[in-house]
C-alpha cells in the first residue's frame, strides 16, 4: 500500500514538473523562437524603448542560469551593465534593432570574481552585447537575441521607478 503512494505521489511531482515547463516555454517561447517573450512582440527601433532600467528574469536559454543578478540600465545613448561581478558603461546606439556599442567598446571594471559561475556569467554577458544582439519588446519584457543562429536569449523585465517617500 505504501509504495503505491510513492508512486502515486513520484508521478504527481512529475506531472508538475511536465506542467509547469510546458507554461515556461509557453510564456518565453523557447530558444530563438520569433515568440520568445510570449506574443505581441515589437522590434526595438530607438534607444527610447529602451530608456530605464531592466533586470534579467529568464535564463531558459542563457549559456547558463544566473549566477547573480544581470542589470541593464539605458539613458540616452549611455549603456550600463551590470554582469554580477564587474560593472561597464559605454555608449549604444539601436541599428535595424539591433544594440550596437560605439567602436570605443564598454568600459568594464576589473575586480577579480570569486565564483566561477559567476566569472563565466560576466564572459557570456559581455560577449552578448558585443554580438550586436536583435532586440524586441513585450509590455515590460525586453529579449537581447544572439549566438549563431540566434540559440540564446535572455529575457529582462523593466523595473519600475519607485517614488521617494
Known amino acids: 500500500m505504501r509504495s503505491k503512494r510513492v508512486v502515486a505521489a513520484a508521478v504527481a511531482a512529475t506531472v508538475t514538473v511536465l506542467v509547469l515547463t510546458v507554461i515556461v516555454a509557453t510564456r518565453w ?5 520569433d515568440d520568445a517573450l510570449g ?3 515589437t522590434p526595438v527601433r530607438s534607444l527610447d524603448q529602451l ?6 528574469v529568464n535564463d531558459t536559454t542563457t549559456p547558463a542560469p544566473f ?7 539605458v539613458d540616452g545613448d549611455l549603456l550600463q551593465v551590470s554582469t554580477g561581478c564587474n560593472s561597464g558603461s559605454g555608449t549604444v546606439a539601436v ?3 539591433r544594440l550596437v556599442i560605439a567602436d570605443t567598446g564598454l568600459a568594464v571594471t576589473e575586480m577579480g570574481c570569486l565564483d566561477p559561475a559567476v566569472t563565466a556569467q560576466e ?9 550586436r544582439p536583435r532586440l524586441e519588446t513585450a509590455g ?14 535572455l529575457g ?3 523595473e519600475t521607478p519607485t517614488a521617494a517617500p
Open 123 to 131: 564572459g557570456w554577458v559581455l560577449d552578448m552585447l558585443a554580438a
Open 39 to 41: 506574443g505581441d512582440q
Open 67 to 73: 549566477a547573480a543578478p544581470i542589470v541593464l540600465a
Open 95 to 97: 541599428e535595424d534593432s
Open 140 to 153: 515590460p519584457y525586453l529579449a537581447l537575441h544572439w549566438g549563431p543562429g540566434e540559440r540564446f536569449w
Open 51 to 56: 530608456a530605464g532600467r531592466w533586470t534579467a
Open 29 to 33: 517561447g523557447g530558444p530563438a523562437g
Open 156 to 158: 529582462l523585465e523593466r
